[in-house]
């Protein structure tokens, strides 16, 4: 077959909205994004969402429509004198409607470098599409962020991807000038296997092409070498973007909510991206934050397997490790401990300490000429190893941090001490 030097990719892309694979929350019939561009009128916008999700497609799409020069920059190359330079192209015969700047990753753009922009996206002569695959919230000048609206594209399902797939398929069919046959179930395969990333799922298409054998002027296509080309590809994951932290939350939510399936899901995803920190680091917090008073060996336990872990590496690490996930999913819940600590936390910001009761003071330190009204009570002198005694400051001497859970472990302690203590 012989190579064409346009990318399958850019021969494919939809120009018009119909064309676009998935986004219909935005782009549909009733779509606001939709209606907004039908319109005419071009708000400055942010298009937040994964690579390959229609970002780039649409903004050339709004460009077409309202018949403004299209300028693009990518924000990890670019920097303040690309923009002047277009600026510099304002007002002239080159930009006759205005400029619709598409600002690729503007996450990487400084401060400062976003202020740059400001002046020409109020005055209306650059109308501004910024893209991102990080949170904006985070990552955007608030500045900017204020003057924009808000997109999020989401990754493309599997039924809209295989669309895609096979219009690919067909143009890479008509390119070998030769017949061809895909193993049945291809391009479904491709689409679940990138990731709801439409530009993998055609790249690999065109991948696939190029390496298929041919036997007597036909080409075969087969579902082995789709799964070499795809391997790994449905992983989206960037330990420092967004991904990593929807993951882990993910995987602490679905562990909190008693769902080892889900817990055990989101672990793979994390190992299989070659993440073993983030997941043991998770499980310590886990053992304490949610599992808690209800199982209190479960920390030691987890301890234990991360140790093992750590010790064993990848791939034999996974086994520990699953062992921990489904023990805390399947554990009691209690988070009474953090409630308490959070508490304490609370008043002590507010400045709700008081001073330390004179007779749980280190009396050691006292001179001689010091006469102690009230001594301290040593507890393992009493009956139960319990007497009762002020431990509190006078000003918070009534304050109540801890209240049991409602597991078998934590009521089994409380009725334990309110049998010895008569209650509170």
Same mark, same amino acid.
């Given at each position: 077959m012989q190579r064409v030097n346009r990318p399958l990719a850019d021969e494919i892309r939809p120009q018009s909205l119909d064309d676009v694979v998935g986004q219909s929350h935005i782009l549909g019939k009733n779509g606001?994004?939709?209606?907004?561009?039908?319109?005419?009128?071009? #708000?400055?916008?942010?298009?937040?969402? #994964?690579?390959?999700?229609?970002?780039?497609?649409v903004a050339g799409i709004i460009a077409g429509k309202t018949n403004r020069s299209l300028h693009k920059l990518n924000a990890t190359t670019a920097g303040v004198s690309d923009i002047k330079a277009i600026i510099d192209n304002l007002d002239t015969m080159l930009a006759p409607n205005g400029v619709l700047l598409y600002l690729?990753?503007?996450?990487?753009?400084?401060? %400062?470098?976003?202020?740059?922009?400001?002046?020409?996206?109020?005055?209306?002569?650059i109308s501004l599409i910024a893209s991102t695959t990080e949170n904006p919230y985070f990552y955007v000048y608030s500045a900017i962020l204020s003057r924009c609206t808000v997109f999020e594209f989401k990754p493309i399902e599997a039924h809209e991807m295989a669309k895609a797939v096979l219009?690919?398929?067909?143009?890479?069919?008509?390119?070998?000038?030769?017949?061809?046959?895909?193993? +049945?179930?291809?391009? +479904?395969?491709?689409?679940?296997?990138?990731g709801g990333d439409v530009r993998k799922a055609i790249n690999s298409t065109e991948?696939?092409?190029?390496?298929?054998?041919?036997?007597?002027?036909?080409?075969?296509?087969?579902?082995d070498d789709a799964k070499a080309v795809t391997q790994r590809s449905a992983m989206r994951y960037d330990r420092e973007g967004d991904d990593h932290y929807d993951i882990i939350s993910a995987f602490q939510k679905s562990i909190?909510?008693?769902? #080892?399936?889900?817990?055990?899901?989101?672990?793979?995803?994390?190992? +299989?991206?070659?993440?073993?920190?983030?997941?043991?680091?998770?499980?310590?917090?886990?053992?304490?934050e949610d599992i808690g008073l209800?199982? #209190?060996?479960?920390?030691?336990?987890?301890?234990?397997?991360v140790d093992s872990a750590m010790q064993l590496g990848l791939p034999e690490a996974q086994i520990p490790l699953a062992e921990a996930v489904i023990l805390l999913a399947t554990a009691p819940k209690s988070n009474s401990a953090v409630i308490a600590i959070e508490k304490a936390a609370a008043d002590i910001k507010k400045g709700k300490t008081g001073d330390i009761p004179r007779h749980l003071k280190n009396v050691h330190a006292d001179g001689a000429e010091v006469s102690h009204?009230? +001594?301290?009570?040593?507890?393992?002198?009493?009956?139960?190893?319990?007497?009762?005694?002020?431990?509190?400051?006078?000003?918070? %001497?009534?304050?109540?941090?801890?209240?049991?859970?409602?597991?078998?472990?934590?009521?089994?302690?409380? %009725?334990?001490?309110d049998e010895i203590k008569g209650g509170r």
């Open positions: 606001m994004l939709r209606r907004i561009i039908e319109s005419g009128q071009v #708000p400055n916008m942010i298009f937040y969402g #994964p690579s390959g999700t229609g970002k780039t497609t690729d990753e503007i996450q990487y753009f400084s401060k %400062k470098q976003q202020q740059s922009l400001l002046e020409y996206i109020e005055n209306g002569k219009r690919a398929m067909n143009i890479m069919g008509e390119r070998s000038g030769l017949n061809w046959e895909a193993e +049945e179930g291809l391009a +479904e395969y491709i689409a679940s296997a990138c991948l696939l092409f190029y390496g298929a054998r041919e036997t007597g002027g036909r080409l075969f296509i087969s579902l909190r909510g008693s769902d #080892p399936d889900a817990a055990i899901h989101y672990l793979a995803r994390l190992l +299989e991206a070659g993440d073993l920190i983030s997941p043991c680091r998770r499980l310590l917090v886990i053992a304490s209800a199982y #209190p060996m479960a920390a030691a336990i987890v301890k234990s397997c009204v009230e +001594e301290y009570k040593y507890a393992h002198d009493f009956e139960n190893h319990y007497v009762k005694q002020q431990y509190l400051p006078d000003a918070i %001497k009534d304050a109540r941090y801890y209240e049991y859970g409602d597991n078998k472990t934590e009521q089994a302690a409380k %009725k334990y001490w």
